[in-house]
């Protein structure tokens, strides 16, 4: 069962506990996707010395800090760039990435369709609150249609990403979406992308109920949660017309996953078969 | 400039190539295992020819999506402990500021060169300038000390880009190698002797992890770093940090890292410092010049001599920081000083700054062209005699 | 789950041989009740196509609760010269077939009183709405009633753990054909006709195992007609003691108030108190379910469960 390391599970021996508690707003959903991320890590069994957290600006991006292992806090969008040259660098090292959704796709799209087009084995999370929530609440590239923001008082016009989409699109070898609410599922999702050989993606659905919840009168963070669960679709169910989902449901759980080479692997061998060659 | 050693016997050890292969194989010899770059006229070649030699050392080439994935690829593999490097032109140079502040101020060691071509903006890719002297030091937001070295050849592209991984890695800071495109593109024989050059390496976190702080400057001001996989789990931040690496808004905490990190490469000016001055002692007129410029000036200086006028170069080959004694030194008997210089008058501000008083006159090129010999050799004749 | 029940026979055990429902003017009413899942239709669907057979008009009806395993499912089977209504009106079955414990003694009224056969496997599937609460090892709603106590108020009784004959045959879904050769002895059809009419039905594969389970069925029946009544063991009550003691670690430093934990429990059992920290406030209510723990965006509530022995030292 997937929960049977709930008992054995404390996340308080995953985090810097000198840094508690976080300076996440109440009710932010991005504390529950970082306990799914270390019990992921936990049912890995990864060895946190060689375990490297590479995130970005916004609040997600402040994750990084309160994970008792490698970490680093670089700039605005560019912590899938940093990553790939720390883990070109470094193959014995387990690299993720924490983003949000402005600093994955707005400031850092150029880096995500590339990240996932060369393959190099890397998970990034990407916690999707549909806001930029530390500048104060202004449209992000997620943000859905007709939403209010500080940059949209008229309401949003512009269509928004299907990250997802766009990173399978972009040829990522492991996509997946969850909502925080699912605890266990979403733990199992990272645990599946931690695992998989190339670049995984993972969308987590978070909420912003300080900001983005108050400022469209979304109520509690239970409701918001409660909101998404009930607009999402698991995969499974992805095939089959008589069930409860609607037909614009956002799928959630793995939506792709291929076995394309991985590209650090794939460097260093044609590194070697040139030496061959040529000594 | 520098002579070569007739002793080096080796079959690789004198060798006709440009500027820009030079600094590839300087960076191969002083241990540069990780290149990321972008295309860019007129820096491309130092790319191409890592991406060829450095999978033969076990190293690391990789194109990135453009020229701020590169910079941040580049930090990103020297967080992780490999001297790693990144080249490009001023286009790029800009576009990767922000993450060089990041450098400074995270004090991950690494290297960038800028083949300095004509601007502003897209400019004359093709054509040299010395434009970049103030983006260089000044580019990235805040206040942040860096070194930036000016080669003027071909041979001392070499050298210089072995010493500038060698002061990242003492110094953990970036370093910034800027010349411009003739000598990039420019072809003389080098003699690669820097394989047997015993590069200098970082200083790694040792002792128990309750003890060490990762931002603790210690005696020298230069905190020994904690590489990934040795048990010291640190964080590290662009945001201004403690000697914990952790955040803080504490104004003490900011005032003390920040004087740290300035103060960091002030006591090491005995390792970044390099300059040359030519007939300086007794010269009337000091030409102060770097790169193309300087070489030019040599050629000027000699002509001058012949002509009996006592004129003399001071050339700064590490730009930044700037060698301020050095120059009050070479010119303590001038009475005239002479920057020829391929911008409007970026060195000229500096030298104005620093010989404060003194008389100092530019002589500007921006046109995308050397600048000639005889025309400093004019001008500084025509000083020395008063006019 | 095993069931705790094993084979029980019933105490009072009628004297007169079997009622055997015939080919008679009026209709013969079978009702095959169970839990989804357990084989209700299959059973209906052999005894219908047997009597078919065998030159009956046979109606058979039924209701598939909601087609999802777990829910109830009932199946009425009539058959004779001439049938008319579809269902059997409540009070005229004739013999009731149950393949589940309580699902059998929700049908007994439909059961013609004093004549009415009863057939029933003593398997209990317990509905997850059966559970007072959620607590491990909590009491259950799950009908009290011994086979003893049934079979005082039916004509004739069998209470027979089909589950376990058919576990030992090696197939536990094979139960409902246990079943079906236990209604085999009280009508007039041959067991030969029974046997081809079975092994139509059932995938090749399984024939000689459900041929097994019908002539065990059968046997037991006719075993359980000659011997002495055994003696009737009570169900045993569920023991109610939790395998663990639930102990919630809540950080005050750490919570923001934000009240996940108080809304999201299913139990309901967290409020926020006059500081606006949360504190369990019914800890007799709380499952360790842990929803609390996992929803915590501040990582302060931890949920223990510690074992009796722990406990103990």
């Given at each position: 069962m997937y929960i049977e390391t709930a008992a054995d599970f404390d996340v308080t021996d995953y985090l810097r506990k000198e840094m508690m508690p976080h300076f996440l707003c109440p009710g932010c959903g991005h504390g529950i996707a970082l306990r799914a991320l270390l019990w992921a890590i936990h049912d890995l069994g990864l060895d946190r010395d060689k375990l490297a957290v590479v995130s970005g600006i916004g609040c997600a991006g402040r994750l990084s800090a309160y994970i008792d292992a490698n970490t680093f806090h670089v700039t605005h969008g560019r912590p899938l760039a940093y990553a790939t040259g720390l883990a070109l660098a470094r193959p014995d090292l387990h690299v993720v990435v924490i983003t949000g959704d402005g600093d994955c796709l707005a400031i850092g799209g150029n880096h995500l369709i590339h990240a996932c087009r060369r393959n190099l084995k890397l998970t990034c999370l990407m916690l999707n609150n549909e806001v930029y929530g530390m500048t104060g609440g202004q449209v992000s590239p997620t943000t859905s249609e007709t939403r209010l923001t500080t940059t949209t008082p008229?309401?949003?016009?512009e269509p928004h990403f299907d990250a997802c989409a766009l990173a399978t699109a972009a040829g990522a070898g492991f996509v997946g979406r969850e909502v925080t609410h699912h605890v266990p599922k979403l733990k199992e999702l990272i645990k599946a992308g931690l695992e998989h050989p190339g670049f995984a993606f993972v969308e987590v659905l978070s909420d912003c109920t300080e900001i983005f919840g108050r400022k469209n009168d979304m109520g509690s963070s239970s409701d918001m949660m409660m909101r998404q669960k009930s607009e999402i679709r698991p995969s499974a169910y992805l095939d089959t017309v008589d069930t409860p989902f609607r037909s614009n449901a956002l799928p959630t759980g793995v939506l792709t996953r291929n076995d394309r080479p991985e590209y650090g692997a794939a460097y260093r061998q044609a590194a070697s078969a040139r030496a061959g060659t040529s000594s | 400039m520098n002579a070569i050693d007739p002793t080096l016997t080796g079959k690789n050890a004198v060798k006709l190539i440009s500027g820009n292969h030079a600094c590839a194989l300087g960076a191969i010899a002083a241990g540069c295992r990780f290149f990321a770059g972008y295309p860019i006229t007129p820096s491309s070649e130092i790319a191409e020819r890592l991406a060829r030699s450095l999978p033969e050392v076990d190293g690391v080439f990789v194109q990135m999506e453009d020229e701020i994935a590169s910079i941040a690829a580049v930090i990103g593999a020297s967080m992780g402990g490999v001297k790693a490097m990144t080249a490009t032109s001023g286009p790029g140079f800009s576009l990767k500021q922000e993450n060089i502040g990041y450098a400074a101020g995270a004090e991950i060691p690494c290297v960038i060169v800028n083949v300095m071509r004509g601007g502003p903006s897209t400019g004359m890719p093709t054509r040299p300038s010395q434009a970049d002297i103030m983006q260089a030091r000044w580019g990235s937001h805040g206040d942040y000390p860096i070194i930036v070295l000016t080669p003027a050849s071909v041979s001392e592209i070499y050298s210089e880009t072995i010493r500038a991984f060698d002061l990242a890695e003492q110094c953990r800071t970036p370093v910034v190698l800027l010349y411009d495109q003739v000598i990039a593109q420019l072809s003389e024989t080098v003699a690669l002797d820097g394989a047997g050059h015993a590069s200098a390496t970082r200083k790694w976190a040792s002792g128990p992890r309750a003890d060490y702080k990762p931002y603790d400057g210690g005696s020298d001001a230069i905190p020994a770093m904690a590489k990934p996989?040795?048990?010291?789990r640190t964080h590290t931040t662009?945001?201004?940090?403690?000697e914990d690496g952790f955040p803080t808004q504490n104004p003490e905490a900011v005032t003390r890292n920040l004087s740290r990190l300035f103060s960091k490469l002030e006591r090491h000016r005995d390792l970044i410092d390099s300059s040359e001055a030519l007939h300086?002692?007794?010269?009337?007129v000091v030409i102060v010049a770097i790169g193309i410029s300087a070489r030019a000036a040599t050629r000027a200086v000699e002509q001058c001599r012949a002509q009996g006028a006592r004129v003399g170069l001071f050339r700064p080959i590490t730009f930044w920081p700037f060698p301020e004694m050095q120059l009050r030194q070479a010119t303590a008997n001038a009475r005239a000083v002479l920057v020829p210089e391929m911008n409007t008058g970026q060195l000229r501000l500096v030298v104005e700054r620093v010989l404060a008083g003194m008389p100092v006159e530019g002589i500007h090129l921006f046109s995308g062209e050397a600048i000639a010999p005889s025309d400093i050799a004019a001008r500084a004749t025509a000083l020395a005699r008063g006019a | 789950m095993r069931d705790p029940v094993t084979t029980v026979r019933p105490a009072a055990w009628p004297k007169t041989p079997a009622l055997k429902v015939g080919p008679a003017d009026d209709a013969c009413n079978v009702l095959i009740v169970g839990v989804g899942g357990q084989g209700v239709i299959m059973v209906s669907k052999v005894l219908a196509l047997l009597a078919q057979s065998q030159g009956f008009e046979v109606k058979q009806s039924e209701v598939h609760g909601m087609a999802k395993r777990g829910g109830s499912v009932f199946s009425h089977v009539r058959f004779g010269k001439r049938v008319w209504s579809p269902t059997i009106p409540k009070g005229d079955v004739d013999i009731l077939v149950a393949l589940e414990w309580a699902e059998g003694l929700r049908w007994l009224p439909f059961l013609k009183a004093g004549s009415g056969i009863f057939i029933c496997d003593t398997k209990r599937i317990v509905p997850?709405?059966?559970?007072?609460?959620?607590?491990?090892g909590a009491p259950m709603r799950y009908s009290k009633e011994t086979p003893a106590e049934v079979v005082a108020h039916v004509g004739e009784a069998y209470a027979i753990d089909a589950t376990d004959m058919a576990e030992q045959l090696g197939n536990e879904r094979a139960a409902n054909v246990v079943l079906l050769g236990a209604l085999s002895t009280a009508l007039d059809f041959s067991s030969t006709d029974w046997e081809r009419t079975v092994a139509e039905f059932v995938p090749k594969k399984t024939i000689p195992v459900n041929l097994e389970a019908f002539r065990r069925g059968r046997g037991w029946i006719e075993d359980a007609r000659t011997s002495t009544p055994a003696v009737d063991v009570p169900a045993p009550t569920p023991a109610t003691a939790a395998p663990y003691r639930i102990r919630l670690d809540i950080n005050p430093a750490w919570c923001k108030s934000c009240d996940i934990c108080v809304k999201m429990c299913p139990e309901r059992c967290l409020i926020l108190n006059a500081e606006r920290i949360a504190e369990l406030a019914a800890p007799d209510k709380c499952t360790g379910c842990r929803l609390c723990e996992w929803l915590c965006p501040d990582f302060a509530i931890r949920v223990n469960l510690d074992a009796p022995e722990a406990l103990a030292r």
């Amino acid at each position: 069962m997937y929960i049977e390391t709930a008992a054995d599970f404390d996340v308080t021996d995953y985090l810097r506990k000198e840094m508690m508690p976080h300076f996440l707003c109440p009710g932010c959903g991005h504390g529950i996707a970082l306990r799914a991320l270390l019990w992921a890590i936990h049912d890995l069994g990864l060895d946190r010395d060689k375990l490297a957290v590479v995130s970005g600006i916004g609040c997600a991006g402040r994750l990084s800090a309160y994970i008792d292992a490698n970490t680093f806090h670089v700039t605005h969008g560019r912590p899938l760039a940093y990553a790939t040259g720390l883990a070109l660098a470094r193959p014995d090292l387990h690299v993720v990435v924490i983003t949000g959704d402005g600093d994955c796709l707005a400031i850092g799209g150029n880096h995500l369709i590339h990240a996932c087009r060369r393959n190099l084995k890397l998970t990034c999370l990407m916690l999707n609150n549909e806001v930029y929530g530390m500048t104060g609440g202004q449209v992000s590239p997620t943000t859905s249609e007709t939403r209010l923001t500080t940059t949209t008082p008229l309401g949003n016009q512009e269509p928004h990403f299907d990250a997802c989409a766009l990173a399978t699109a972009a040829g990522a070898g492991f996509v997946g979406r969850e909502v925080t609410h699912h605890v266990p599922k979403l733990k199992e999702l990272i645990k599946a992308g931690l695992e998989h050989p190339g670049f995984a993606f993972v969308e987590v659905l978070s909420d912003c109920t300080e900001i983005f919840g108050r400022k469209n009168d979304m109520g509690s963070s239970s409701d918001m949660m409660m909101r998404q669960k009930s607009e999402i679709r698991p995969s499974a169910y992805l095939d089959t017309v008589d069930t409860p989902f609607r037909s614009n449901a956002l799928p959630t759980g793995v939506l792709t996953r291929n076995d394309r080479p991985e590209y650090g692997a794939a460097y260093r061998q044609a590194a070697s078969a040139r030496a061959g060659t040529s000594s | 400039m520098n002579a070569i050693d007739p002793t080096l016997t080796g079959k690789n050890a004198v060798k006709l190539i440009s500027g820009n292969h030079a600094c590839a194989l300087g960076a191969i010899a002083a241990g540069c295992r990780f290149f990321a770059g972008y295309p860019i006229t007129p820096s491309s070649e130092i790319a191409e020819r890592l991406a060829r030699s450095l999978p033969e050392v076990d190293g690391v080439f990789v194109q990135m999506e453009d020229e701020i994935a590169s910079i941040a690829a580049v930090i990103g593999a020297s967080m992780g402990g490999v001297k790693a490097m990144t080249a490009t032109s001023g286009p790029g140079f800009s576009l990767k500021q922000e993450n060089i502040g990041y450098a400074a101020g995270a004090e991950i060691p690494c290297v960038i060169v800028n083949v300095m071509r004509g601007g502003p903006s897209t400019g004359m890719p093709t054509r040299p300038s010395q434009a970049d002297i103030m983006q260089a030091r000044w580019g990235s937001h805040g206040d942040y000390p860096i070194i930036v070295l000016t080669p003027a050849s071909v041979s001392e592209i070499y050298s210089e880009t072995i010493r500038a991984f060698d002061l990242a890695e003492q110094c953990r800071t970036p370093v910034v190698l800027l010349y411009d495109q003739v000598i990039a593109q420019l072809s003389e024989t080098v003699a690669l002797d820097g394989a047997g050059h015993a590069s200098a390496t970082r200083k790694w976190a040792s002792g128990p992890r309750a003890d060490y702080k990762p931002y603790d400057g210690g005696s020298d001001a230069i905190p020994a770093m904690a590489k990934p996989g040795d048990g010291y789990r640190t964080h590290t931040t662009g945001l201004t940090h403690g000697e914990d690496g952790f955040p803080t808004q504490n104004p003490e905490a900011v005032t003390r890292n920040l004087s740290r990190l300035f103060s960091k490469l002030e006591r090491h000016r005995d390792l970044i410092d390099s300059s040359e001055a030519l007939h300086c002692d007794d010269a009337d007129v000091v030409i102060v010049a770097i790169g193309i410029s300087a070489r030019a000036a040599t050629r000027a200086v000699e002509q001058c001599r012949a002509q009996g006028a006592r004129v003399g170069l001071f050339r700064p080959i590490t730009f930044w920081p700037f060698p301020e004694m050095q120059l009050r030194q070479a010119t303590a008997n001038a009475r005239a000083v002479l920057v020829p210089e391929m911008n409007t008058g970026q060195l000229r501000l500096v030298v104005e700054r620093v010989l404060a008083g003194m008389p100092v006159e530019g002589i500007h090129l921006f046109s995308g062209e050397a600048i000639a010999p005889s025309d400093i050799a004019a001008r500084a004749t025509a000083l020395a005699r008063g006019a | 789950m095993r069931d705790p029940v094993t084979t029980v026979r019933p105490a009072a055990w009628p004297k007169t041989p079997a009622l055997k429902v015939g080919p008679a003017d009026d209709a013969c009413n079978v009702l095959i009740v169970g839990v989804g899942g357990q084989g209700v239709i299959m059973v209906s669907k052999v005894l219908a196509l047997l009597a078919q057979s065998q030159g009956f008009e046979v109606k058979q009806s039924e209701v598939h609760g909601m087609a999802k395993r777990g829910g109830s499912v009932f199946s009425h089977v009539r058959f004779g010269k001439r049938v008319w209504s579809p269902t059997i009106p409540k009070g005229d079955v004739d013999i009731l077939v149950a393949l589940e414990w309580a699902e059998g003694l929700r049908w007994l009224p439909f059961l013609k009183a004093g004549s009415g056969i009863f057939i029933c496997d003593t398997k209990r599937i317990v509905p997850p709405f059966a559970c007072l609460n959620r607590k491990p090892g909590a009491p259950m709603r799950y009908s009290k009633e011994t086979p003893a106590e049934v079979v005082a108020h039916v004509g004739e009784a069998y209470a027979i753990d089909a589950t376990d004959m058919a576990e030992q045959l090696g197939n536990e879904r094979a139960a409902n054909v246990v079943l079906l050769g236990a209604l085999s002895t009280a009508l007039d059809f041959s067991s030969t006709d029974w046997e081809r009419t079975v092994a139509e039905f059932v995938p090749k594969k399984t024939i000689p195992v459900n041929l097994e389970a019908f002539r065990r069925g059968r046997g037991w029946i006719e075993d359980a007609r000659t011997s002495t009544p055994a003696v009737d063991v009570p169900a045993p009550t569920p023991a109610t003691a939790a395998p663990y003691r639930i102990r919630l670690d809540i950080n005050p430093a750490w919570c923001k108030s934000c009240d996940i934990c108080v809304k999201m429990c299913p139990e309901r059992c967290l409020i926020l108190n006059a500081e606006r920290i949360a504190e369990l406030a019914a800890p007799d209510k709380c499952t360790g379910c842990r929803l609390c723990e996992w929803l915590c965006p501040d990582f302060a509530i931890r949920v223990n469960l510690d074992a009796p022995e722990a406990l103990a030292r």
